[in-house]
C-alpha cells in the first residue's frame, strides 16, 4: 500500500508541475519584443531552413496523467495542489539595477515573481545587498549584465553571489546578457593582463555555479563559462523582412568576426560572405591609415618649403587610408548586412558601412547583440549610413540615445527559456530548442 501511495504522489507531483509550468509559459504574450520601428521600405530574407523555434511561442510538451485519481487519494492531490499554488516553484529569479527591465520582462515570460532583494549603496560608493525572502535549497538565478559602469555592476554581481551563497541557495547561477570584460581575453602584447579570465574566477569563487550569457566577443571565452551563444533572436527578425537570397551578403567588421559572420550567413539562405580587413591602432580607435590625418598636416607644416616633399608625404597617407581598410568580397548592388557581438564607438562599423557604400552596397544593415552606445556612437550610426540598427536589450538603450533607424528586440523569451532548461536539467532533446546551442 504504500508503495503505490508513493507511485501516485509521484505522478500528482509530475502533472502538477508541467501544468504549472505550460500555464506559465502562455502568461507573456508575442508582443514581449519591444522595437522601435524603422524605415517603412521593408526586406526580406529567407532561411535556409526554418527557425526550430518561433522566439515568443515557445513549444513545451505538456504531460498528463490520463489515470484517475482514486478517492482516496483526492484529497492528498488537492493538498498537494495548495501547497503548490502557496509556495510555487523552487526556482528564484533576482535583479540587479543594471538592467531592471530585461529582468521584469524575462519574469513575465515565465510566469513568476522577481525576488525580493534590498540593494543600496553607501555615501562612499559601497554595495549593501540583502535577499528579502528565504532561498535556501532553490535555484537562484542573478540577472545582472556588466554593462557601464562596468566595474560598479561587477561588484554588486559578486555580492549578490556571495548574499546567496551565505543564503544557502542549493545552485546560484549567474545571468550576465553582457559580459563586459570579454575583450581581454587574450594577450596581444608583452605585460597585458587577461580580464576576462580574472572576470570568471571571481565569479566562481563568489559562489556561482553556472553562467549565462549571451554573444560572447570571442569563441575562447566559452571556455571560461559553461554558457549557451546564439543569435536566434535577430535571425527570426532578419527572416521577418523580404529580402530576395541572392540580393542579400553578410558582411564581418573585421577578420576577428569572421566565424560569427559565417554561421549567421550560414541561416540566412546560405548568403555569401564578406570581410572588411582593417587595422587598429588602439583601444576603440579603428584608422584607415596607419599615419593619422592631424600628423600629416603637421608633417604639411613643417616642409612647407619643400612642396614635393609635402605632396609625397601626402600621396603615402592616401595609399595607407586605402590599404589599411580593404574589402573581401563582392557587395555591389546588394543588401549589405553587417554582424557584430557589440557596438561601442560605433568606429568599426562606421567606416565599415562607409566602405561598403563605397563598392556600391544599396543598403547597409547594422546588427549587433550588445548596444554599448559609448560617444560618438549614436552620432555615427545615425548618420545615414545605416538603413537600419539591429540591437537587442542586453543592455539598456536610454530614451535620448533612440533615432529613427534603431530597432531594439528582446532577448527576454530566449533567457526565460534558457533559464527553464537549466533548471529541469533538459538539454538538446526537444527538437524545437536544439537550435537554442544548450547542452
Known amino acids: 500500500m504504500s508503495s503505490l501511495l508513493h507511485s501516485y504522489s509521484s505522478s500528482i507531483n509530475s502533472s502538477l508541475t508541467y501544468r504549472s509550468r505550460s500555464s506559465s509559459l502562455s502568461f507573456f504574450p508575442n ?225 576577428g568576426g569572421v566565424a560569427r559572420a559565417r554561421a549567421f550567413a550560414k541561416k540566412l539562405s546560405d548568403a555569401p560572405l564578406a570581410i572588411v580587413d582593417k587595422r587598429r591602432q588602439g583601444h576603440n580607435v579603428a584608422e584607415t591609415s596607419s599615419i593619422s590625418e592631424t600628423k600629416v598636416l603637421q608633417i604639411s607644416i613643417s616642409t612647407s618649403a619643400f612642396m614635393f616633399t609635402a605632396l609625397k608625404t601626402i600621396t603615402l597617407w592616401w595609399s595607407c587610408q586605402r590599404k589599411v581598410m580593404n574589402l573581401i568580397g563582392d557587395v555591389k548592388g546588394k543588401v549589405a548586412v553587417m554582424v557584430d557581438d557589440m557596438i561601442d564607438t560605433a568606429g568599426t562599423i562606421s567606416k565599415g558601412a562607409a566602405l561598403l557604400h563605397q563598392e556600391g552596397a544599396r543598403e547597409v544593415y547594422a546588427c549587433s547583440t550588445h548596444a554599448v552606445f559609448s560617444p560618438p556612437a549614436i552620432e555615427r550610426l545615425s548618420s545615414g549610413l545605416f538603413q537600419e540598427v539591429i540591437i537587442t536589450n542586453t543592455i539598456p538603450v536610454l530614451e535620448q540615445n533612440y533615432f529613427p533607424q534603431l530597432t531594439v528586440l528582446s532577448v527576454a523569451n530566449l533567457l526565460g527559456e534558457t533559464i527553464w532548461r537549466v533548471h529541469d536539467d533538459c538539454a538538446g532533446g526537444f527538437e524545437p530548442y536544439s537550435s537554442l546551442g544548450i547542452d
Open 31 to 255: 508582443e514581449s519584443r519591444s522595437r522601435i520601428s524603422a524605415s517603412p521600405d521593408g526586406v526580406k530574407c529567407s532561411l535556409v531552413e526554418p527557425l526550430k523555434y518561433e522566439n515568443g511561442k515557445p513549444c513545451i510538451p505538456i504531460f498528463s496523467s490520463e489515470q484517475p485519481i482514486p478517492s482516496r487519494l483526492a484529497s492528498n492531490a488537492a493538498h498537494l495542489e495548495d501547497a503548490f499554488d502557496k509556495n510555487g516553484t523552487r526556482l528564484r529569479i533576482f535583479s540587479g539595477t543594471a538592467n531592471p527591465s530585461l529582468s521584469q520582462e524575462i519574469a513575465c515570460y515565465m510566469g513568476l515573481a522577481l525576488g525580493k532583494i534590498k540593494i543600496k549603496r553607501f555615501a562612499d560608493g559601497e554595495i549593501y545587498v540583502q535577499l528579502q525572502e528565504s532561498v535556501r535549497g532553490c535555484d537562484v538565478y542573478l540577472v545582472q549584465p556588466t554593462c557601464p559602469p562596468a566595474n560598479e555592476n561587477l561588484m554588486e554581481l559578486l555580492i549578490m553571489i556571495d548574499a546567496c551563497r551565505r543564503a544557502s541557495a542549493k545552485n546560484i547561477t549567474a545571468v550576465i546578457p553582457y559580459f563586459g570584460y570579454a575583450r581581454a581575453d587574450r594577450k596581444t602584447q608583452g605585460r597585458e593582463s587577461i580580464a576576462a579570465k580574472l572576470v570568471a574566477n571571481l565569479i566562481t569563487e563568489a559562489g556561482a555555479n553556472r553562467v549565462l550569457a549571451c554573444d560572447l566577443h570571442s569563441g575562447q571565452s566559452m571556455g571560461y563559462f559553461d554558457i549557451p551563444v546564439d543569435h536566434p533572436v535577430i535571425l527570426d527578425y532578419l527572416a521577418s523582412k523580404i529580402i530576395c537570397s541572392d540580393d542579400l551578403v553578410v558582411v564581418s567588421p573585421d577578420v
